[in-house]
């Protein structure tokens, strides 16, 4: 049995924790530090225990070098909590800065007051339990490196391909439902003060559990069915959640719009654009300056009244395609790092004229009071109203998206991303299939930013930086790219959790940081890849027949 | 009149004049070769007749139709097919995708199938493998791809670029073999090779290219017992 992987990974991840505890970590995330650290510990135990190619580690073996980690980790923080309870206690001081936050500090992970550490109170009840939750972290990351072998993925295969496993995966989405309906009963107070974020949580996996239900069920009448009783749901949640939560749901939804068009163009045609955010601006600025009454269009044509939603969104889609076409001409004959370089300057220079065409965009000052949709008479501008429309609009999107792809179209941009230039040779027309995925990927972005303007009703040029394309283009990878559903997966992953991570304040991306590497080790192909792609990146024979569904 | 016509084609890279004054033809029904030494301008000739380099000067014509105002796609559709240097296959598609990728342009659904049947009565390997993903083929079956790819285009001219690059003798010879069952089943050859002693031996006719110049030519007989040919190509002294 070897024990010296348990003892270098348990000094390296306490390193980490060390490192965050010092940081003041514990003091700005108040309670739900605890938790942080303790599937930190787990998933670092799964990261470092995993084996190297060939040799694969028991399952005994793994779970004592992750309980051996989960231990020093825990003795390491106990200690050192220890140390610094008896430093405040004892009224020593090392630094003035430390001084200040260190007895709070302590006391998050103690489970204690400020004045209670300063009094001397005893650290062991509230560290013992982090010891426990750390050991048993530890062990359960270790084992469950089982899952991420090639063995583990056979098994896991052979058990979701018994009928226990899978109608398991078939209802698993069910359960998360009726958990989430649950939190709605009155009396039952499960989620405590921060029930809105469970229940938000329990509709991100509802979703979720609801996607891969959907690919694990057989096609024809059980997919049909599914399909039919997840849809009925869906439409329901809004009706069930609150404002918060239809919030963030809808930044969700417009996210996935976003990442279905960005996929089309990345994904499929493998054209490498960072400039996307451009395509999103131009569609809500467009739409803004055609309805807000403060517009520069509005003010300049006292005539003219501006633009319903409905009206805006067509034209903003028509500016965003012609703007990608504009775009393309000159990238043309442009690959791979210079044709990212070119979007990349290109998505900027949109948000810096956004920025100082003053007269006309409004500058920093914005575009203000952008009306909302109204669908027969009844105003869709609020958190719900935008959730539907994102809803369908990610329907729709990804309705032509699928269609799209299993066209002839579709498999030329497949050819594109292979090899421009045997693509050619195969009688592709280059330039016409570069146009057609720049142009459809503009469509749906443009449309996601006028869904956007009127859900925001002041838009900035702020909100259209760089960060919104890395984001989309982070979001379709984690998925797996070319996978639509891994787009609604990825939405949940970058832009529903950190909400839900929202109590870990601005350590939040440094934790959503390191879930997001770790995901990448573990699973590089995303979350919920396409068929190709997971045969692409394990370079395996396919053994059936493939279709043409993705 | 001739299938392809290149006349007194000059064809650049930048500065570098790659083809100066190539002329050559091709008869419909008839492979011929084009052989020649490392950089003599074998695949730039190639490069030339499907459109990918545009010559300054002189013409590329099938069937007599000038095809200089026509782009690559355009002269795919026109029944010209490439098997490319160092066969470019769709590695990570399967073999079956790759295949239908060679019928892109295609719209004749039924004539598409045939051309499925035709090409795994050709190639029965392909036929096991349709579902492995290409790049883990061998080179044999890589090679053997390509050409298929080429054949569910339904041309009327194949261009062949050194088919026999990288392969046991075995292989080049059932290589060669499918090459002329090909042809008789009724499509054109232009076959590039550095391999002139199996070039020369399935073509009907042959050119020498020697650094952008057509030096020699005539039916593969001829070229067989040329003294220079068995010298600089088929090591014979
Ligand atoms: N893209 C390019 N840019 C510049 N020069 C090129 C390019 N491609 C080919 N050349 C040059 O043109 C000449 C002819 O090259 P070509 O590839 O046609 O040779 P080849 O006869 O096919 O040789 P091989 O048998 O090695 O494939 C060579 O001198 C080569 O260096
Ligand atoms: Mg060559």
């Known amino acids: ?550 | 009149m001739a299938l392809l016509e290149v006349r007194d084609v000059h064809s650049y890279y930048g500065n570098i004049h790659a083809l100066k004054g190539l002329s050559i033809t091709v008869e419909e029904g008839e492979i011929v070769t084009l052989i020649g030494a490392n950089g003599a301008g074998k695949t730039t000739t190639l490069r030339t007749i499907c459109g990918v380099i545009k010559p300054r000067q002189g013409s590329v014509s099938l069937e007599g139709e000038n095809l200089e105002p026509f782009k690559i796609h355009e002269i795919v559709y026109k029944g010209v097919a490439l098997v490319p240097e160092g066969r470019r296959i769709f590695s990570r598609l399967t073999v079956y995708e790759n295949l239908d990728m060679g019928a892109y342009h295609r719209i004749d659904n039924d004539g598409i199938a045939e051309d499925f049947d035709r090409v795994f009565v050709l190639f029965p390997r392909l036929k096991e493998r349709r579902n492995q993903v290409a790049g883990t083929l061998s080179g044999g079956e890589q090679q053997m791809l390509a050409t298929a790819r080429a054949l569910m285009a339904h041309p009327r001219l194949m261009l062949l670029d050194e088919p026999s690059m990288g392969l046991a003798p075995v292989l080049v010879e059932s290589i060669f073999e499918t090459i002329q069952e090909i042809n008789r089943e009724g499509t054109t050859i232009l076959l590039v090779e550095q391999n002139a002693h199996m070039a020369l031996q399935v073509a009907h006719r042959g050119y020498v290219l020697q650094t952008g110049e057509i030096v020699l030519d005539g039916t593969a007989e001829a070229l067989r017992n040329n003294p220079m040919v068995q010298k600089s190509y088929l090591g014979i002294e």
């Open chain 1, 1 to 550: 049995m070897y024990l010296k992987d348990g003892i270098r990974g348990g000094l390296i991840t306490f390193g980490i924790i060390l490192f965050l505890n010092l940081l003041g970590l514990p003091l700005t995330a108040e309670s739900s530090i605890v938790p942080i650290f303790t599937v930190l510990v787990g998933l670092f135990a799964l990261l470092l225990l995993r084996s190297r190619a060939g040799q694969e580690r028991s399952l005994l073996n793994a779970s004592v070098n992750g309980l051996l980690i989960g231990i020093i980790n825990g003795i390491g923080l106990v200690i050192v909590t220890y140390i610094f309870a008896r430093m405040q206690a004892n009224a020593i001081r090392v630094n003035q800065v430390f001084a200040q936050i260190l007895p709070e500090h302590t006391g998050a992970l103690a489970g204690l007051t400020k004045a209670e550490v300063l009094a001397g109170e005893s650290i062991w009840p509230g560290m013992t339990k982090i010891a426990v939750l750390f050991a048993i972290a530890g062990l359960v990351g270790g084992a469950s490196i089982r899952f991420f072998t090639e063995k583990g993925r056979k098994r896991m295969d052979s058990i979701s391909a018994s009928s226990f496993g899978h109608y398991t995966v078939l209802i698993l989405p069910l359960v998360f439902f009726a958990l989430f309906l649950s939190l709605r009963i009155k009396g039952v107070k499960i989620g405590g003060a921060e029930e809105n974020i469970l229940g938000l949580l329990l509709i991100f996996l509802f979703v979720s559990a609801a996607l891969f239900a959907l690919r694990a069920a057989r096609p024809g009448k059980e997919q049909i069915a599914l399909s039919i009783v997840f849809l009925i749901l869906l439409v329901a949640i809004p009706q069930l959640t609150d404002l918060f939560q239809n919030a963030v749901l809808g930044a969700v939804a417009i996210f996935v719009v976003m990442g279905v068009g960005l996929n089309v163009v990345v994904g499929y045609a493998g054209l490498l654009n960072l400039g996307y955010v451009a395509f999103f601006g131009i569609g809500a600025y467009t739409f803004g300056l055609l309805s807000a009454p403060e517009s520069y269009v509005l003010v300049t044509l006292p005539a003219f009244n501006g633009v319903t939603f409905w009206i805006g969104l067509p034209i903003a889609i028509l500016v965003g395609v012609i703007t990608g076409i504009l775009l393309v001409i000159p990238v043309l004959s442009m690959r791979g790092d210079y044709l990212a370089i070119v979007t990349l300057g290109f998505g900027e220079i949109i948000r810096l004229l956004l920025l100082n065409l003053r007269d006309y965009t409004g500058g920093p000052g914005g575009v203000l009071n952008i009306p909302s949709p109204i669908v027969f008479g009844v105003d869709f501008g609020n958190p719900k109203g935008i959730l539907y429309l994102g809803i369908i609009f990610s329907g729709i999107v990804a309705f032509i998206t699928i269609r799209l792809r299993d066209s002839r179209l579709g498999r030329s941009w497949i050819a594109l991303r292979e090899d421009e230039d045997v693509a050619q040779a195969m009688g592709i027309n280059l330039v016409a299939v570069k146009l057609l995925a720049f142009a459809t990927g503009a469509a749906f972005a443009a449309g996601a930013g006028a869904l956007y303007a009127s859900r925001q009703v002041n838009i900035f040029p702020d909100n259209f930086s760089l960060l919104v394309s890395i984001d989309v283009l982070c979001l379709i990878i984690i998925g797996g790219l070319g996978s639509i559903e891994g787009i609604v997966l990825g939405s949940i992953a970058l832009i529903g959790l950190p909400e839900i991570l929202r109590s870990v304040n601005e350590y939040r991306i440094v934790a959503f940081g390191a879930l997001l590497v770790l995901m990448m080790i573990l699973r590089p192909e995303g979350l919920l890849p396409s068929v190709r792609h997971q045969r692409e990146l394990r370079g395996e024979e396919m053994t059936e027949p493939v279709t043409s569904s993705d």
